[in-house]
């Protein structure tokens, strides 16, 4: 069965400190991943993508993310919060063509100072 | 930047009440979906539509949804008699390539 694995739901990290979100996926086919970030109230906005090549993939916001394939993983990181980075993070997984996306449960992020 | 939209943006009906809510995928794209997302859940996958019919949809879709381009511009989803569980936000995406691009969605408040 496909499926994203957030495994962390809720993660507090300081200002200027680094992140590291965890994903882990089971998927049939190739897959292409996604981060995509949510503020409350808001839609999802795309941080990134990897559909294949490089593994280490930079998004928006100074975000960037590496696929290990004998890990299943792709996980989200960043090298210095800001406080507006507060939100909820979710992965998702698809593949070539119409198939819909596979989304993990989402880690919140919180900031403090 | 062409994006999608979503209209309303909070919907707020009855039990058993018929709500539709309304899409406008980026114009030259040819795949549209559906997803909503329960309060405090993951987004999930309801429907996904290309060339006027629909060409996958997941077990939450069930006989109270219906989806229909109406014209050229327009994406709906209809629920035909609303639950309290269908309380959620629901997300519209618009694919090109390999890529979905989402609406700010309609949160739908049922009850």
């Known amino acids: 069965a496909q499926s994203v694995t957030q495994p962390d739901i809720h993660i507090t990290v300081s200002e200027g400190a680094s992140l590291e979100l965890r994903c882990n996926y089971s998927?049939?086919?190739?897959?292409?991943l996604f981060w995509y970030v949510q503020s409350p109230g808001q839609g999802l906005q795309l941080l990134l993508k990897?559909?294949?090549?490089?593994?280490l993939v930079q998004g928006i916001k100074g975000f960037e993310a590496e696929f290990k394939r004998s890990q299943s993983s792709f996980n989200l990181r960043k090298p210095s919060v800001h406080w507006s980075d507060a939100a909820e993070y979710f992965c998702?997984?698809?593949?070539?063509?119409?198939?819909?996306?596979?989304f993990g449960k989402g880690t919140r992020l919180s900031v403090i100072a | 930047e062409p994006e999608v939209t979503q209209t309303p943006s909070h919907q707020v009906t009855q039990m058993g009440q018929e709500v539709i809510l309304r899409c406008v995928p980026i114009?030259?794209?040819?795949?549209f979906y559906w997803y909503r997302q329960i309060l405090g859940q993951k987004v999930e996958f309801l429907v996904s539509?290309?060339?006027?019919?629909?060409?996958?949809k997941s077990e939450i879709f069930d006989d109270q949804f219906s989806v229909e381009r109406p014209d050229g511009s327009n994406f709906t989803l209809k629920i035909r008699s609303t639950k309290l569980e269908d309380s959620a936000m629901y997300f519209c995406?618009?694919?090109?390539?390999?890529?979905?691009?989402f609406g700010p969605g309609t949160r739908l408040t049922v009850l």
């Open positions: 995406a618009s694919r090109a390539l390999n890529e979905q691009f």
């Open positions: 998927y049939g086919a190739t897959p292409y």
């Open positions: 990897y559909f294949s090549g490089d593994t």
């Open positions: 998702a997984v698809g593949s070539f063509g119409n198939t819909p996306l596979v």
């Open positions: 114009s030259n794209h040819l795949y």
């Open positions: 539509f290309y060339n006027n019919e629909i060409s996958e």
